[in-house]
């Protein structure tokens, strides 16, 4: 297991959903732990960060107060809750350690995907 996200899916506006990523320790301790987006023809983008320890965390302006980032440094998981989801929040969503809030490269896992519509 390098980076495997889950928990995606198909969610009505206003809905909710949590994420799950499992990493490898090697990669997971002591990282800033991320949660990256892509949708259709766009860039994939940054979500939200955590530091390794949970004391600094980072929201991208679209998802503040909707999203919230956690980590499980015992079971090395990362997590998303996204609440108040709307259509535009529709992607496939990845976790990573931090490599920039718009990164054109790295290596990734599969990604989850997440369809918010009615």
């Known amino acids: 297991v390098q980076l495997q996200a889950s928990g995606g899916g198909l969610v009505q506006p206003g809905g909710s959903l949590r994420l799950s990523c499992l990493v490898d320790?090697?990669?997971?301790?002591?990282?800033?732990m991320s949660w990256y987006r892509q949708a259709p023809g766009k860039q994939r983008e940054l979500v939200a960060r955590?530091?390794?320890?949970?004391?600094?965390?980072y929201y991208v302006d679209s998802v503040k107060g909707r999203f919230t980032i956690s980590r499980d440094n015992a079971k090395n998981t990362v997590y998303l809750q996204m609440n108040s989801l709307k259509p535009e929040d529709t992607a496939v969503y990845y976790c990573?350690?931090?490599?920039?809030?718009?990164?054109?490269?790295?290596?990734w896992g599969q990604g989850t995907q997440l369809t918010v519509s009615s």
């Open positions: 990573n350690r931090y490599i920039g809030d718009r990164p054109t490269g790295g290596s």
């Open positions: 320790g090697s990669i997971f301790r002591l990282n800033t």
């Open positions: 955590i530091s390794s320890v949970g004391s600094i965390i």
